[in-house]
């Protein structure tokens, strides 16, 4: 069984219990990490909190120097990181060093941003202040992350935490534990004050533990809104800070005037990226009537030609999908979307976890295919008799994480952007898409709390501070 790394060293958990971890890509198992309990997420929290005045009093300059020390380490072994992604998660190789590079790259905007996160010098009101504000951290902070990017997702949230001065500890999610051992030992090798990072593996017991004490003051979570929002409740009792980022059921929205080539290959890689498990996936297609057979046929063609298979192959377009159960969900979505008259137009057939990619038409906007976020490779395209149409199915949903837009009128596009209820909007880009230095982050049910992503990031793990000096009226 694996360690824990907690206040600076590897050590042995207290709990006896552990969690297999295995390959999606052969069903094996290739490891075992500590199910955490209690007593280790109270040790983990304890070093947190002995290391909150040290962070703090290390400039930001020194923070950012501790990161770059991360990032050299995240260099050093990419190969090996991008292939154990891979391994545990299951997704084309090509994808884990997009994944790898992403942080590689971003690693300036959090540690190098926080250097520039400045406060503001306020006019005061009366004569003889000076106002001013500036950022501070919240204090400990759980890092809690999903599977589908075990690197990129919860880096962005430790390296924001780390330049802010946030204290961490990081629970990974108990599918892909072991690209966390990496992160881990990137701080276990760097000069970053002892308890400042801390690993504690486990299943969702665990996170509830660590969401559950009362010296932790901040909690990022990326995962299912069901579990954000049970984390939500928990943390308001003690009015703790929540970064939530969830999950959603984005669109594409393509109108009559647009490029249907181009518009279907973005859906395709939009649905199919990482087996379609991406929480801003491409899950709804709503084309307008005029466009719409000629898509379908369109997005068909371009979907059949997608290699399933052995995901550390160069030529492989979609890997096996995480577990069982993500691929039930699948299913169970398609099956229902055709009992109720949607046709399957290629795919929808699985071999242990390899699932071919689907594409389904005649999809109304009342099915659960329509609805709920489905996670897999699939393609539902529903039609709309116009533009209008297509916006309000569009903003028909609890979710709201990113949508596009595909046309030739600029008219529409501004008009959509405007319109489209989403954190992010895109045109004649799939929806599936995140730019660096933008702010990534859901409207409605996918999301709160502030923004993943450069300054976004370390503005939303910091509170801020008004000071006023009065240097003359006394
Ligand atoms: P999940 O919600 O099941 O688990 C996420 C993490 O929360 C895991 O580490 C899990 O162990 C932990 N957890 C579970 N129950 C908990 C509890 N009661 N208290 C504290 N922690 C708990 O999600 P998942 O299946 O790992 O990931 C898929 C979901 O993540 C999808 O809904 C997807 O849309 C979403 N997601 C969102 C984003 C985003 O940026 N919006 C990014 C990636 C994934």
């Known amino acids: 069984m694996r360690e824990l790394y907690i206040d600076g060293e590897w050590v042995d958990a207290e709990s006896a219990e552990g969690i297999d971890v295995d390959s999606p890509v052969t069903g094996e198992i ?6 955490a309990n209690a007593q280790d997420v109270a040790r983990a929290v304890a070093a947190a909190e002995r290391a909150r005045q040290e962070l703090r009093e290390m400039t930001a300059f020194e923070r950012a120097a501790v990161l770059d020390e991360v990032t050299e380490y995240f260099e050093e072994h990419e190969d090996e990181i991008a292939r154990g992604i891979t391994e545990e998660e299951g997704k084309p190789i090509h994808e884990s060093y997009d994944e790898t590079e992403y942080v590689i790259n971003s690693s300036d905007d959090y540690g190098h941003d ?6 503001d010098v306020v006019p005061s009101e009366h004569r003889g202040r000076f106002a001013y504000t500036q950022h501070e951290p919240y204090g400990p902070c759980a890092v809690i992350s999903p599977w589908n990017f075990p690197l990129e997702v919860p880096g962005g949230s430790i390296y924001s935490a780390i330049a802010t001065a946030n204290p961490v500890v990081f629970k990974p999610a108990e599918e892909t534990p072991l690209t966390a051992y990496h992160i881990a030992e990137a701080f276990a090798q760097s000069s970053v004050p002892d308890g400042a990072f801390n690993l504690v593996t486990g299943a969702g017991g665990t996170g509830a533990e660590l969401v559950a004490d009362e010296r932790i003051r ?5 995962g299912s809104t069901e579990v954000g929002q049970e984390i939500a409740k928990t943390a308001a009792e003690r009015n703790a800070q929540c970064l939530l980022e969830m999950g959603g059921k984005d669109p594409i929205l ?5 490029d249907v080539e181009h518009a279907a290959a973005s859906i395709v890689s939009g649905s199919n990226w990482n087996a379609g498990q991406v929480c801003c996936g491409t899950e709804r297609v709503i084309a307008t009537a005029g466009v719409h057979d000629a898509l379908v ?3 068909v063609d371009q979907t059949e030609e997608l290699v399933v298979g052995d995901p550390f192959e160069a030529g492989t377009n979609v890997g096996p999908m995480v577990s069982d159960r993500i691929q039930q969900a699948t ?3 398609v099956d229902e979307a055709v009992g109720r008259g949607a046709t399957v137009r290629t795919g929808g057939e ?5 699932y071919q990619p689907a594409v389904l038409s005649g999809v109304t906007a009342d099915m659960a295919i329509a609805r709920d976020e489905t996670f897999g490779p699939v393609t539902p395209v529903i039609e709309a008799a116009d533009y209008d149409e297509a916006i309000r199915i569009a903003n028909d949903s609890k979710y709201g994480l ?17 319109r489209l209820e989403a954190g992010g909007v895109f045109i004649n880009e799939t929806n599936n898409y995140w730019e660096r230095l933008l702010p990534f982050g859901g409207y409605k049910q996918s999301g709160s709390g502030g923004r993943y992503g450069s300054k976004w990031h370390l503005e939303a793990m910091t509170q801020t501070k008004a000071v006023m000096m009065n240097y003359r009226d006394y």
Not at 254 to 258: E, I, K, M, R
Not at 402 to 417: G, I, K, M, P, Y
């Open 350 to 354: 699985s071999e242990g976890l390899y």
């Open 331 to 333: 299913h169970e979505h």
């Open 297 to 299: 046929e369109e997005v």
């Open 254 to 258: 393509v109108l009559d005037d647009a």
């Open 114 to 119: 926080g250097i520039r996160l400045f406060g």
């Open 402 to 418: 990113q949508a596009a837009l595909f046309t030739d009128s600029l008219e529409r596009a501004h008009d959509a952007a405007n």
């Open 218 to 222: 901040l909690i990022a979570f990326t």
């Open 30 to 35: 290739i490891d075992t990490v500590p199910d």
